[in-house]
């Protein structure tokens, strides 16, 4: 019988795609070769390119499973209904799991590392880092409108501005994070940030 060829029967996309992901995040696109990807998702380079495309498509869908883990974890908190202060507290420490939860160390957060460096240069990976972070900062405009409503924050509280400067210190903690400032310099700045965005 010939030897077969591609992708194993146990072949679990998500899986496969999850493995891809982390190797990705920890290293970058630049960096990451094709032989760690095999190695990673146990995959031969032919079922990788049959599964996923070149490794620019596999780092794009890498990327997008990424956003859509992080979306589910943000919209079970969005969804809560929690006081304002309490919403903003598990918000910065899902984040700040996320940039600590490297096997290696803290690899902060995979948006960030592609705004520095492939959306520079590639006009798809630049439009779905831009639709991340607009993402992002439309829920927090929406919630602090909600907090306004419900008196938490004043009527004059300027919610786009607070939202842009919620993204923001998200965005700079997982700079922080990856660059190994420790976790509890990085709360201090976290809860700075919540004392000024609630007390508008």
């Known amino acids: 019988m010939p030897k077969r060829r591609g ?5 679990d996309p998500a899986l496969a795609l999850t493995r891809a992901m982390d190797v990705f995040w920890r290293d970058g696109f630049a960096a990451t070769s094709l032989d760690e990807l095999s190695a990673a998702t146990g995959m031969n380079r032919p079922s990788l390119y049959g599964a996923f495309g070149d490794k620019r498509e596999l780092y794009i869908k890498a ?16 969804g809560a209904g929690l006081p304002l ?12 799991d996320i940039y600590f939860s490297g096997e290696e160390g803290p690899r902060g957060c995979f948006t960030v590392i592609t705004a520095a460096s492939d959306a520079v240069f590639d006009a ?4 779905l880092v831009q639709t991340a972070v607009r993402d992002m900062d439309r829920a927090f405009a929406r919630t602090f409108e ?5 008196g938490e924050l004043s009527p004059s509280a300027d919610v786009e501005a ?3 400067l919620t993204t923001a ?3 700079t903690v997982a700079v922080r994070a990856r660059a190994r400032v420790p976790r509890k310099q990085l709360e201090a700045i976290v809860n700075g940030a919540i004392e000024l965005i609630c007390s508008r």
Do not use: D, V
């Open 7 to 11: 992708r194993p029967r146990a072949y």
């Open 63 to 78: 990327y997008q499973h990424y956003r859509e883990r992080a979306r589910e974890g943000m919209a079970e908190l969005f």
């Open 85 to 96: 202060r309490t919403l903003l507290q598990r918000c910065f420490a899902l984040a700040l």
């Open 124 to 127: 798809e990976i630049r439009g």
């Open 146 to 150: 909600q907090a306004k409503a419900r």
């Open 162 to 164: 607070l939202a842009s």
């Open 169 to 171: 210190t998200i965005h």
